[in-house]
Nanobody
């Protein structure tokens, strides 16, 4: 089970840190990613990190603003979001994929959290 937390309401330019805690299984061997879905839009890839934590990938729209990281000892993945914009408003989902690389396609991910709402006001 993956449980996201840390969402909320923030003004444009502000920061939030999302957490994704895994229970019932270890995420050590999984590529982990964050996706988001805004109202009326399809779910989109935001950021991913390999199981070692050494390789990351980001959507162009969040590059240089968001940072994904993981603490395998705590079975937790994080998404630090800085310089938030109103267009970042969405439900953010954590996902796990038992693969080596980072896929931007949501269909390959095996496990999903329930999502956490992020709202950025202008």
């Amino acid at each position: 089970q993956l449980v996201e937390s840390g969402g909320g309401l923030v003004q444009a330019g502000g920061s939030l840190r999302l957490s994704c805690a895994a229970s019932g299984r270890t995420i050590t061997s999984y590529t982990m990613a964050w996706f988001r879905q805004a109202p009326g839009k399809e779910r989109e890839f935001v950021a991913g990190v390999t199981w070692t934590g050494t390789v990351t990938d980001y959507a162009y729209s969040v590059k240089a603003r968001f940072t994904i990281s993981r603490d395998n000892a705590k079975n937790t993945v994080y998404l630090q979001m800085n310089s938030l914009k109103p267009e970042d408003t969405a439900v953010y989902y954590c996902a796990a994929d038992f693969s080596v690389g980072i896929s931007v396609s949501d269909v390959v991910y095996d496990y999903w959290g329930q999502g956490t709402q992020v709202t950025v006001s202008s």
